[in-house]
Every structure is written in C-alpha cells, then in structure tokens.
C-alpha cells in the first residue's frame, strides 16, 4: 500500500491560490492520485483524481511530476468556504486493493 | 437515492449491546466501503464489498465487527457485545465500478456513542 504524507495544516487568506502538496513516494504503476475534502459532520466529497500530469476542473488543479512520487493540489483564490480537511488518497477501486486515509491537511482560510 | 445514505444518523447504546449500522449505497454502485473516523483523524479502512463478496474484511478491529451485503446492495455493519472503544463515526462509502480510478461516495455517517 501507498503511504501517503501531507502537511498537518495550512493557513491562507481569502483570494490567494493554495497548494498543497502530498508525498507517496511508494505509488505503484495502477495507482491514480485522488483528493477529497471533509468539512465537519460531513463524509470525505471527491475533489479531483489523476494519474500524470496536469487535471484540472472546475474546482481545483491536480499537478503530478514525471515520477508520480508526489502530487500538489491547488486550490485558486480560496474562500472562507474552503476552509476544510484535505486528504490526498492512492491507489485505486478494485479487488486487490483498499483505500487507506492518512491525516489529511486541514486548511484555515480568513479574512 | 441521490446519495449514500446510512441510518440511522446517531446511536446511543449501552455496553454490551449488538448494534447494526445500515448504509444504502447509490443505486447501481457495485462497491461498497465501510471506515470508522475518530474526531480529528482520517478515515480507517474497515471492510470492503464488491457486489454482494466482500473482499478484504482486514481492517475489522476483532471478531465483535462483522458486515454483510447479501443481496449487493444494502450492506450492514454489526458490532456485537459493543465497547466505549467503539465509539466513533462509521461511514459508508460506494463506488460505480469494482474496478479502476473511480471515486468514492461518502455518506453523512453514523455516529454511535457506546456508554
């Protein structure tokens, strides 16, 4: 399995890009990069997935280096709604594998 | 439904009690996830289905935890003889595919509260 290692938590204001990277230097050849954010009392809500490269969509950007042994969520011109925990997931859906959560990034966003 | 749903949304039981936590999983997702999230940690694997076999049940914590998806779909998790430890959220996650990168669903959980 994957581990996976992001920072503890983030402080950013309103309107600035944050990243947030997460490291999984042991990522295997089948595994995609998946993030996810957790606002309190909530379950964990799809944010973006990769596998190389560049993904982008409508909420955020998913940037992933060559060697895939890393992986940096950005987030553009945050709000105070963002404020949440992020987890960086790796591996993928099926019969050989199960998804394991780290501690996730919990991102402080004010004014 | 439009999403996961679990019920019920909390349980207060006294030790020694089974409990059964139920999670409905968006129609037609043919993989099922149950975790347990201590306040301020990730989520822990616990037990995973696809349809109706379950394919991994290692992140149990003992035999007192079971969970079953006869008919793959619906899909019970029972804590039998429960403990204060027990106390947690359990959340349920499914997934439209059993195999590939396809994201999982989350629903709102089941707190359970062991006193």
């Not at chain 2, 289905?49 to 149990?60: I, P, T, V």
Request: contains cysteine; charged residues 20%.
């Amino acid at each position: 399995l994957a581990k996976t290692t992001q920072p503890i938590s983030m402080d950013s204001y309103e309107g600035q890009e944050v990243n947030i990277t997460c490291s999984h230097n042991n990522i295997a050849t089948n595994d995609y990069i998946t993030w996810y954010q957790q606002f309190p009392s909530q379950g964990p809500r799809f944010i973006i997935q990769g596998y190389k490269t560049k993904v982008t969509n409508e909420v955020a950007s998913l940037f992933i280096p060559a060697d895939r042994k890393s992986s940096t969520l950005s987030l553009p011109r945050v709000s105070l709604s963002d404020t949440a925990v992020y987890y960086c997931l790796v591996g993928y859906t099926g019969t050989a594998s199960k998804l394991t959560f780290g501690t996730g990034t919990r991102l402080q966003v004010t004014l | 439904g439009a999403g996961v749903s679990q019920s019920p949304r909390y349980k207060v039981t006294k030790r020694g009690q089974d409990v059964a936590l139920r999670c409905d999983p968006i129609s037609g997702h043919v993989s099922l996830y149950w975790y347990r999230q201590a306040l301020g940690q990730g989520p822990e694997f616990l037990t995973y289905f696809n349809y109706e076999a379950q394919q991994d049940k290692s992140g149990l914590p003992n035999d007192r935890f079971s969970a079953e998806r006869p008919e793959g779909s619906i899909s019970t998790l029972t804590i039998q003889r429960t403990e204060q430890r027990d106390s947690a959220m359990y959340r349920c996650a499914s997934s439209d595919r059993d195999r590939g990168p396809s994201p999982l669903h989350f629903g709102n959980g089941t707190r359970l509260t062991v006193t």
